[in-house]
């Protein structure tokens, strides 16, 4: 636990039980599922290696106009593998991340979900003195901390979408180097699609092929709900299939504890979407996600990647998501980094996600500076399956 002292604009909480809830009602950002405080507290009591903190800016009458998540981590570089291989190299060469021991991260954001879920900003606010405060009171937090600040090697702040970056370039004035990373791809379902058939026929030929012969395949696996009454028999299966898909992952901030799942179920009932994959009476996969406002986020998925291809069950579960979505009339589905271009396939676009990096060693950071020059999404080739919609890349 990290004690710091409050300043005039900044009042700081090692646990989210220590925010009082008029701070809360005042910041009005409990409707968003990544700010309420049940979401906070399940992440924060599963994950015990993490340390967190969280930051409220204050205005001059003491009232709440901010939130901020922060996580200390130590981020390995042998999780670093595949396309970004080389850039850990390049970092190695240039003395950005040490030799042997891994980097002490400091982030701001959350760390298991790709989007702007880190901060929260209240209505009619300054935002760039707002990002401005933020950097400031970062800064207080660590310097604050004579054990921290020799500890903490780096400084992140994550994701923040395009038409966001007007706002968050004043972290540049604090030294941080703007990167772009993988991009969230994004599915904006139209509002004629009343069904799945609707979805499928909208589709070009060659599209609408690939999904019957996907549903062909996967025809004889079962969907099932996990529920409060099955989760505790289920978990230690979907916590298998889950490993097996983190330890393919290019790049990882940290493994998600699936107990957390518990708490999610209970607190938020069917806007917390849980289900598993089976053939016969052996369980192939499961999706994970929540309903937060308009927008159906898909979460973490455990796939036995031996029977995948077979049964195309990731391909199933991306119109999975689908049916959800317009089942429950929601206008948007984010489906997160990774697997883009099967993503694009069913009809989801790139939104391209920028982090603020900054080392805490002055000469380092500018060296990396010229290292993250050299970082770059993934490159895959987009696919428009539709017919009628004019959807091109963000840039």
């Given at each position: 636990?990290?004690?710091?002292?409050?300043?005039?604009?900044?009042?700081?909480?090692?646990?989210?039980?220590?925010?009082?809830?008029?701070?809360?009602?005042?910041?009005?950002?409990?409707?968003?599922?990544?700010?309420?405080?049940?979401?906070?507290?399940?992440?924060?009591?599963?994950?015990?290696?993490?340390?967190?903190?969280?930051?409220?800016?204050?205005?001059?009458?003491?009232?709440?106009?901010?939130?901020?998540?922060?996580?200390?981590?130590?981020?390995?570089?042998?999780?670093?593998?595949?396309?970004?291989?080389?850039?850990?190299?390049?970092?190695?060469?240039?003395?950005?991340?040490?030799?042997?021991?891994?980097?002490?991260?400091?982030?701001?954001?959350?760390?298991?979900?790709?989007?702007?879920?880190?901060?929260?900003?209240?209505?009619?606010?300054?935002?760039?003195?707002?990002?401005?405060?933020?950097?400031?009171?970062?800064?207080?937090?660590?310097?604050?901390?004579?054990?921290?600040?020799?500890?903490?090697?780096?400084?992140?702040?994550?994701?923040?979408?395009?038409?966001?970056?007007?706002?968050?370039?004043?972290?540049?004035?604090?030294?941080?180097?703007?990167?772009?990373?993988?991009?969230?791809?994004?599915?904006?379902?139209?509002?004629?699609?009343?069904?799945?058939?609707?979805?499928?026929?909208?589709?070009?030929?060659?599209?609408?092929?690939?999904?019957?012969?996907?549903?062909?395949?996967?025809?004889?696996?079962?969907?099932?709900?996990?529920?409060?009454?099955?989760?505790?028999?289920?978990?230690?299966?979907?916590?298998?299939?889950?490993?097996?898909?983190?330890?393919?992952?290019?790049?990882?901030?940290g493994n998600f504890n699936l107990e957390s799942y518990k708490d999610l179920k209970e607190k938020f009932k069917d806007n917390y979407i849980l289900k598993t994959y089976w053939l016969e009476d052996k369980i192939v996969g499961f999706i994970s996600g929540v309903i937060n406002q308009n927008s159906l986020d898909a979460h973490f998925v455990g796939i036995n990647y031996q029977l995948n291809r077979e049964y195309a069950i990731y391909q199933r579960m991306l119109y999975e998501y689908i049916k959800i979505a317009i089942d429950k009339n929601l206008k948007i589905i984010n489906f997160g980094r990774t697997a883009s271009e099967i993503k694009s396939s069913v009809g989801a676009i790139p939104q391209n996600l920028t982090m603020y990096l900054r080392h805490k060693?002055?000469?380092?950071?500018?060296?990396?500076?010229?290292?993250?020059?050299?970082?770059?999404?993934?490159?895959?080739?987009?696919?428009?399956?539709?017919?009628?919609?004019?959807?091109?890349?963000?840039?």
């Open positions: 636990m990290i004690c710091c002292s409050n300043t005039n604009t900044a009042l700081f909480f090692s646990t989210i039980d220590k925010i009082p809830s008029q701070i809360w009602e005042d910041l009005d950002c409990t409707d968003n599922f990544y700010f309420n405080p049940d979401f906070l507290k399940s992440i924060e009591k599963n994950h015990p290696e993490i340390t967190f903190s969280y930051i409220v800016l204050v205005d001059k009458m003491n009232k709440p106009t901010a939130f901020a998540s922060l996580k200390m981590i130590e981020f390995h570089l042998n999780t670093i593998k595949n396309d970004f291989e080389f850039l850990k190299n390049i970092g190695r060469k240039l003395r950005v991340f040490p030799d042997k021991k891994p980097l002490q991260l400091l982030i701001c954001g959350n760390t298991f979900v790709s989007g702007e879920h880190g901060v929260f900003i209240k209505k009619n606010q300054d935002k760039k003195a707002i990002v401005k405060e933020l950097a400031e009171s970062i800064n207080h937090f660590i310097n604050s901390d004579k054990k921290l600040k020799k500890q903490i090697d780096a400084f992140l702040i994550k994701d923040f979408a395009k038409e966001s970056l007007f706002i968050t370039d004043e972290l540049k004035d604090f030294k941080y180097h703007p990167f772009l990373v993988e991009p969230n791809m994004q599915l904006q379902l139209q509002e004629n699609w009343h069904n799945l058939n609707d979805y499928l026929a909208a589709m070009k030929t060659k599209f609408r092929v690939k999904a019957k012969k996907a549903f062909k395949q996967s025809n004889s696996i079962k969907i099932e709900d996990v529920t409060l009454e099955n989760i505790e028999q289920m978990l230690p299966k979907m916590t298998a299939l889950y490993e097996k898909v983190a330890s393919n992952a290019d790049f990882n901030l060693k002055s000469i380092t950071n500018k060296i990396l500076k010229l290292f993250l020059q050299r970082v770059e999404p993934t490159p895959f080739q987009q696919k428009f399956p539709f017919k009628n919609l004019d959807i091109k890349n963000e840039k």
